[in-house]
Antibody, heavy 126, light 107 residues
Framework: QVQLQESGPGLVKPSQTLSLTCSVSDGSINSGNYYWNWIRQPAGKGLEWIGRIYTSDSTNYNPSLKSRVTISLDTSKNQFSLRLSSVTAADTAVYYC??????????????????WGQGTLVTVSS | DIQMTQSPSSLSASVGDRVTITCRASQSISRYLNWYQQKPGKAPKLLIYAASSLQSGVPSRFSGSGSGTDFTLTITSLQPEDFATFYCQQSYSTPYSFGQGTKLEIK
């Protein structure tokens, strides 16, 4: 059973860059045709999809964050990472990594997020 | 971008009740709709994918239906462990988007 674990600084200063890593265990990040995603959730609020990576040159980002986001893959370490630049207090949230599973069915290719990491709180404050 | 709207935003129910949560997409998304359950301090857990397929290990009292723009999550015979917040999510196109959540509370 694949497991994901986020890690990184819990406190970032305004205007700096948030950097998080998601470590994948009990499975290879290269196995299967999976996308690897980042999702965030401000305290008491809903979920916001940040972006995903398939291979090192195949990424999709939320347009609302695209100018500030970079997601990268390190297959040698079985990890993928998130960088979010020029952060403000509005970027304070619990950040989750998640694998995008999928199934090919008659009606199309259906995707979903499972499993998820446990989440890590990042606070933007001076 | 596709907007997802859930109703109600909150719901009170008793153990044993049947509840239904609705999710509406701003455009047709066929059956590209997933449901998640989130408990406080925990990551969301996948319940239903492709509108009506039950994720392995999820109790059969959970079911999903719908296609196009209107979807429902139904929980029959509520159990104490079911009280949580539920989110729908469209996987039709990126940027993926979630509903605002429905908080299910004990009456």
């Amino acid at each position: 059973q694949v497991q994901l674990q986020e890690s990184g600084p819990g406190l970032v200063k305004p205007s700096q860059t948030l950097s998080l890593t998601c470590s994948v265990s009990d499975g290879s990040i290269n196995s299967g045709n999976y996308y690897w995603n980042w999702i965030r959730q401000p305290a008491g609020k809903g979920l916001e999809w940040i972006g995903r990576i398939y291979t090192s040159d195949s990424t999709n980002y939320n347009p609302s964050l695209k100018s500030r986001v970079t997601i990268s893959l390190d297959t040698s370490k079985n990890q993928f990472s998130l960088r979010l630049s020029s952060v403000t207090a509005a970027d304070t949230a619990v950040y989750y990594c998640a694998r995008e599973g999928r199934i090919i069915a008659v009606g199309g290719v259906y995707n979903w997020f499972d499993p998820w990491g446990q989440g890590t709180l990042v606070t933007v404050s001076s | 971008d596709i907007q997802m709207t859930q109703s109600p935003s909150s719901l009170s129910a008793s153990v044993g009740d049947r509840v239904t949560i609705t999710c509406r997409a701003s455009q047709s998304i066929s059956r590209y709709l997933n449901w998640y359950q989130q408990k406080p301090g925990k990551a969301p857990k996948l319940l239903i994918y492709a509108a009506s397929s039950l994720q392995s290990g999820v109790p059969s009292r959970f079911s999903g239906s719908g296609s196009g723009t209107d979807f429902t999550l139904t929980i029959t015979s509520l159990q104490p462990e079911d009280f949580a917040t539920f989110y729908c999510q469209q996987s039709y196109s990126t940027p993926y988007s979630f509903g605002q959540g429905t908080k299910l509370e004990i009456k």
